[in-house]
């Protein structure tokens, strides 16, 4: 039967387990010395089968000899005995010296005799682990395990060309092997440098490819790439801009004279006294008259230089132009026609101002004013269509809250009151609700009237709400409700007066009369429960 330590080898093939290893190492110690006691008692001890063999006979080494530091003759078997007597010694050979090369690398940890597996097993066997680990040496205590992995890393860094050294430093330093191992195994990004060329983490530089480059323009659709000229596409044929000149000049050629070509004509017409040039863009031609100055010689439309508006019409806009209004030299044509008609309205306006007695700064303060004018205008045109909306809205929405408070039996209207006042609008009676609606929808549609922007504003809001809660009867709420009608009014009439004085309509000043407020009406409409709203116009 095998025992339970007869699997450990202990690196002798023929001992097969522990129990062998013993027997055998017994038979082969020697016997001890006995006592002269036991001697005599026993006799002596049998001769041993196992004799130790005879040792070999150690012959010492020989003494120096005179010989040994004679020459000794050199030459091929057979020449005279001093043949080569005086022959140059050789030069006793010396082993270049090289360089040590490192010792291989040895990671930590890596193997050991039987008694260094025991000793591991039994501290795995401390660590939580089991008897196969402590029988076979597996390690498995965290700080072997870890060592372990980290004797690996080493490893890997050394195959992937890492100084063994620089490594073995690591081991000790988490912070340097964290970054070691991001060199080594990481990502290899690299930095451009531009024209192809990259740079990597190490530092080398390598060209990466080779950019295309950027074809040269040579003019006439030539370009210039790759070392040599083409044509990559073919222009377009365009009209030169002296094409009038050239046609003004073979139509007025004299009778029997032939026309240069266009060619020799471009080349000459700079030099020529009597060229043809280009006014603008209207398409005029003119040239330098015998006078030294220049003279149209075509126009965009037939006739004289004379400007083509009327007396009337020039008479007109040149008092808008008087009044600062700056658009009105606009749109009087182009080219010369409409040089001459701006110059017959500036004419007139200058005759205009003289006759008036106005200078220079007259009419640049009727300029600004008239801008003020109309940027007023539009905010008064804003503000009227947003007054209006409201205005008409709320005109709506009074006679309902007053046909809504005649249907209140004059006994509730304390407790009406109180709820309004309290903000509350929620009761079961259809009478109250519709009271405490109408109510609230009258007070929403003043606020916007009272406002010149048109937006409702809580204070006014509150302000109408106080005035209608604070009634205490028919009669009260209904002259509550003429109160904001006639409040309401009041802008109407400052919106209508600011107009009159913007426009000049019917002569009106900014110190004009307020018109009197209207006369309190009664309510329109009437509300029943059993007929509801209705209209007594």
Known sequence: MAGLLDGINFGNG?????????????WQQSTSPMLPSDVAQYGSAPMNAYAAAPQPQVVPANEPNALDSAPWPQGPVGAPRNAMAYAPQPAPYMPQSTQAAPPPYMPQNSGGGFLDRVNAGLQSLGNGGSIIGALTGNFTDPVTRGNQALNMTQQALVERGVDPRVAQAAAVNPELMKELVKQTFGPKTVQSLGD?????????IRRAYTPDRAPTPLGEGYIYKDGKVVRAYEPADKTPTSAQEYEYYKKNLPEGETAMSYQKWIATKDADPNKVNVLGKGGELWQVGPDGKPVIIHKNQDGSDAASIDDKTAGLLAERVLAGDTKALTGLGRGAQGA?????IQRMAADIAESKGMDADAILRNIAKQAELVSGARTLGTKSTHFGVAEKAMEESLPLAQAASEALPRSDWMTVNKLVQMGQREHSNPVFKRFLIATDTAAKDYARTINPQGALRESDIEYARKILSTADGPEAYAAALDQLRMEAQVMHRAIQRQRQEAYKEGGGAHSAAASSPATPSPGAYVWTPDKGLSNTK
């Not at 192809?196 to 080398?204: E, K, L, M, T």
């Open 14 to 26: 023929n001992v097969g387990g522990l129990l062998d290893f013993l027997k055998n190492n017994a």
């Open 196 to 204: 192809g060329y990259v740079a990597d983490s190490a530092g080398n």
């Open 340 to 344: 001459a008609n701006i110059l017959k």
